[in-house]
C-alpha cells in the first residue's frame, strides 16, 4: 500500500493527528509529479517546454525531460535531489506502515454465537460447528440445554449441535458433505478447514499442500485473516510453495494487522531472531493483550536479560490478566475440568 492510499483511509481522530504532516508532505509530492493539462511541460535539462516533455525520471517521478539525451545529461546534476527524494518518500511510507502494524489489533475470532462471550485464542477453547456454520466455545458445548418445556435435554448423549440442533456426522464422509456445503455457501472457516485437511491429510482428503494453499487464498479474500497467516507459514517453510522469507513476512503482518495471535508471535520472533528487539517487544506487547501466552514468556525474558524495563512486564502482565477477565466463565471452566479437550487457556 503507498502512503497516498495510507493517507486516504486513515480517518480516525487519533490517526489524523499523527499523519498530518507525512499526508501533506505526501501531497507536495504528488503535486509535483501531477502534470496539469493547462501548464506546458519544461525539459529540465534544456529549459524546452511542449507537451511532448514527458520522458520522466523513472526513479523519483518528480522532473521531466524533452529525449532521453537530455535525461542521461541531467544525471549527474539530479542524482542527488533524487536519492533524497527517494529516500524520504521511503522513510515516510515505512512510518506509515508501521503505525499500521503496532496498531492494536481486534479480536482474531470474535464472540460465541450462544454466550456472546469473547471467543478464546486457543483453539481448543471453541469448535466450528460444520452443521450450521457457528463457532461456540467450549462452555457452551459442554453446558446442559433446555427445551422449551424446561426439560434437560443431553446433547452430549445425543451428540447433537448446541445451536441448531443438527445431530453431528458420524463419519468423514458426512463430515465432508456438510463442508463442502458450507463452502460452496462462501463460508471462508468451511473453506479455510478443508485447506487445513489437505495440508495435513486428514478426514480422507489427500495431502496436497498446493491445495491447501488455494483453499486459504481463497478463504483469505473472504475475510477470513487466520488464513493469511497460514499462507505466511507456507511461504516460510516452503510447503506448497518456494521457501521466500519475504512474502512470508507481507502475510503475517496482513494477518496480524487483522488480528492473528500467531501471526503476530511469528513476526516477533522474526525480529528477535534479527536483533531488532524493540519492535519484537511491540509484536509480543500486542499479541499478550491478544491472549498469546508465549510472547508472555518472551517479555518476561526481554525483562530478565534487560531488554525490557519492569513496568514493560508488568503491562503485559496486566493486558494478559484482562484477556483472562474477558474469556473466564463458569461454564467455560466446568468444561475444562471435566475434559481436557476443552482447554480455553
Known amino acids: 500500500m503507498s502512503t497516498s492510499d495510507i493517507c486516504k ?27 496539469d493539462d493547462n501548464v506546458l511541460s519544461v525539459c529540465a535539462n534544456c529549459g524546452k517546454e511542449g507537451s511532448d516533455v514527458n520522458n520522466i525520471c523513472n526513479k523519483c517521478k518528480q522532473v521531466k525531460y524533452c529525449n532521453a539525451a537530455c535525461k542521461k545529461k541531467h544525471r549527474s546534476k539530479h542524482k542527488k535531489d533524487c536519492e533524497e527524494h527517494v529516500r524520504l518518500a521511503a522513510k515516510h511510507a515505512a512510518e506509515l506502515h508501521d503505525e499500521k502494524l503496532f496498531k492494536h489489533s481486534p479480536p482474531q475470532y470474535g464472540d460465541c454465537s450462544i454466550c456472546f462471550l469473547l471467543l478464546p485464542t486457543l483453539t481448543s477453547g471453541w469448535r466450528y460447528m460444520v452443521c450450521c ?68 491429510g486428514v478426514h480422507g482428503y489427500p495431502q496436497d499442500h ?14 477470513y485473516v487466520t488464513a493469511y497467516g497460514n499462507i505466511g507459514s507456507a511461504y ?5 510453495v518456494g521457501v521466500d522469507k519475504k512474502k512470508a513476512k507481507h502475510y503475517y503482518e496482513v494477518a496480524a494487522i487483522g488480528g492473528d495471535v500467531q501471526a503476530r508471535y511469528n513476526l516477533g ?55 483472562l477477565r474477558d474469556i473466564k466463565s463458569d461454564q467455560r471452566d466446568t468444561a475444562a475440568a471435566a475434559d481436557k479437550s476443552y482447554q480455553y487457556y
Open 269 to 323: 520472533i522474526n525480529e528477535r531472531v534479527a536483533g531488532n528487539y524493540d519492535r519484537a517487544l511491540k509484536h509480543y506487547l500486542i499479541s499478550v493483550r491478544g491472549g498469546d501466552s508465549r510472547s508472555l514468556k518472551q517479555i518476561k525474558e526481554f525483562y530478565t536479560f534487560g531488554y525490557a524495563t519492569k513496568e514493560v512486564y508488568m503491562k503485559a502482565l496486566q493486558s494478559y490478566q484482562t484477556y
Open 236 to 240: 516460510y517453510l516452503g510447503k506448497g
Open 133 to 200: 456454520g457457528k463457532t461456540i466455545c467450549s462452555g457452551c458445548c459442554y453446558a446442559p440445554v433446555y427445551d422449551d418445556q424446561g426439560n434437560k435435554v443431553d446433547i452430549v448423549k445425543q451428540n447433537e449441535c448446541p445451536f441448531c440442533r443438527t445431530v453431528a456426522p458420524k463419519s468423514n464422509k458426512e463430515m465432508n458433505s456438510m463442508l463442502n456445503k458450507r463452502s460452496e455457501a462462501g463460508d471462508p472457516v468451511a473453506i479455510f478447514n478443508q485447506g487445513n485437511n489437505y495440508q495435513v
Open 9 to 35: 483511509i486513515s480517518n480516525d481522530d487519533e490517526t489524523s493527528a499523527k499523519t498530518d504532516g507525512v499526508c501533506e508532505l505526501e501531497e507536495k509530492l504528488q503535486k509535483m509529479s501531477t502534470v
Open 210 to 223: 498446493r491445495k491447501a494453499l488455494e483453499l486459504w487464498h481463497r478463504a483469505a479474500e473472504l475475510g
